[in-house]
């Protein structure tokens, strides 16, 4: 009876072991490795120089360009996240229903989740360009003067937001859409008895059923919006005037442009522990409003 439980534990740690091997490589010794790093002075080859203790963490705090950092975050959190949400969950609503066509809508909502976050920063840096972007030229089609949507510190972070608002449509609207599709139909015929509207019914009705679905798009949004990168370097670079320079950025900057391996380090951990925070009040206090059942 021992022998089969040992085995069989034995066989269990034998299956895992690819999976614990690839998260030893790709996660918890780059994890160490950052600690490690925090805590010490590097030359621009990346090799330790001297240990600084905290002296990384503290010239963060008390940085300047790291509030600015968080602060353009934390509006470019505020800009993406709700509006992506909103949006992909009112074309989920609209095209729900089973009319003729909706499976070509439901094709073209979904599309951009195909699209890789290089080749949809091109697309939508051909649209802004100033002279020769479409978005320019429907502007002067109505008489109104063209927009330097990427290089006006007034419009840079809007115009970053739009693309990355549109770039997450495709997988908010595919989980939101599937959401709407595990709710079955014997709610929507009991609603339409009792004489409900549908702009009720939606509301008070399939929107709480919906909430476990919405609490994880939540989720998985603003982590994602914390940890932007690819569009802001291809699109602005984190100008102008460092109005679109979020904390990935700055990192970046730090790390792999001044060779400052230690700061870089140490804001990774702090952008970690944002998130972390983030993630834990989200789960303490949202999740209350969140019906599972």
């Given at each position: 009876m021992f022998f089969s439980k040992w085995a069989e534990t034995l066989l269990?740690?034998?299956?895992?072991?690819?999976?614990?091997?690839?998260?030893?490589?790709?996660?918890?010794?780059?994890?160490?490795?950052?600690?490690?790093?925090?805590?010490?002075?590097?030359?621009?080859?990346?090799?330790?120089?001297?240990?600084?203790?905290?002296?990384n963490f503290t010239a963060i705090f008390t940085s300047e360009k790291f509030y600015k950092s968080l602060e353009v975050t934390g509006l470019f959190t505020i800009l993406t996240v709700p509006t992506s949400i909103a949006l992909a969950l009112l074309l989920a609503a609209l095209t729900h229903n089973q009319?003729?066509?909706?499976?070509?809508?439901?094709?073209?909502?979904?599309?951009?989740?195909?699209?890789?976050?290089?080749?949809?920063?091109?697309?939508?840096?051909?649209?802004?360009?100033?002279?020769?972007?479409?978005?320019?030229?429907?502007?002067?089609?109505?008489?109104?003067?063209?927009?330097?949507?990427?290089?006006?510190?007034?419009?840079?972070?809007?115009?970053?937001?739009?693309?990355?608002?549109?770039?997450?449509?495709?997988?908010?609207?595919?989980?939101?859409?599937?959401?709407?599709?595990?709710?079955?139909?014997?709610?929507?015929d009991s609603a339409k008895i009792d004489g409900s509207g549908p702009i009720r019914t939606f509301v008070q009705i399939i929107l709480p059923l919906l909430s476990p679905t919405v609490f994880f798009v939540t989720i998985v949004s603003i982590i994602g919006a914390f940890q932007s990168f690819g569009q802001i370097h291809i699109l602005t670079k984190?100008?102008?005037i460092n109005s679109t320079d979020v904390l990935v950025y700055n990192l970046y900057q730090d790390a792999f442009i001044n060779f400052r391996f230690g700061t870089g380090s140490a804001q990774a951990l702090v952008l970690f522990t944002i998130i972390l925070i983030f993630t834990f009040v989200q789960f303490k206090v949202f999740e209350r409003n969140v019906h599972y059942q």
């Amino acid at each position: 009876m021992f022998f089969s439980k040992w085995a069989e534990t034995l066989l269990g740690y034998i299956f895992l072991f690819p999976s614990l091997l690839l998260f030893g490589v790709f996660l918890f010794y780059p994890l160490i490795q950052t600690f490690y790093l925090s805590m010490h002075e590097t030359d621009p080859r990346g090799r330790v120089a001297s240990f600084v203790g905290f002296d990384n963490f503290t010239a963060i705090f008390t940085s300047e360009k790291f509030y600015k950092s968080l602060e353009v975050t934390g509006l470019f959190t505020i800009l993406t996240v709700p509006t992506s949400i909103a949006l992909a969950l009112l074309l989920a609503a609209l095209t729900h229903n089973q009319l003729k066509g909706m499976r070509f809508f439901q094709f073209i909502f979904s599309l951009p989740v195909v699209l890789s976050v290089g080749t949809s920063s091109v697309i939508w840096m051909m649209l802004f360009h100033p002279s020769v972007g479409m978005l320019n030229y429907l502007l002067q089609l109505v008489g109104l003067e063209p927009v330097a949507w990427l290089t006006d510190p007034r419009w840079a972070l809007l115009s970053v937001s739009l693309m990355t608002v549109w770039m997450n449509l495709g997988f908010n609207y595919i989980v939101l859409f599937s959401g709407l599709q595990g709710i079955p139909d014997e709610i929507y015929d009991s609603a339409k008895i009792d004489g409900s509207g549908p702009i009720r019914t939606f509301v008070q009705i399939i929107l709480p059923l919906l909430s476990p679905t919405v609490f994880f798009v939540t989720i998985v949004s603003i982590i994602g919006a914390f940890q932007s990168f690819g569009q802001i370097h291809i699109l602005t670079k984190g100008g102008p005037i460092n109005s679109t320079d979020v904390l990935v950025y700055n990192l970046y900057q730090d790390a792999f442009i001044n060779f400052r391996f230690g700061t870089g380090s140490a804001q990774a951990l702090v952008l970690f522990t944002i998130i972390l925070i983030f993630t834990f009040v989200q789960f303490k206090v949202f999740e209350r409003n969140v019906h599972y059942q």
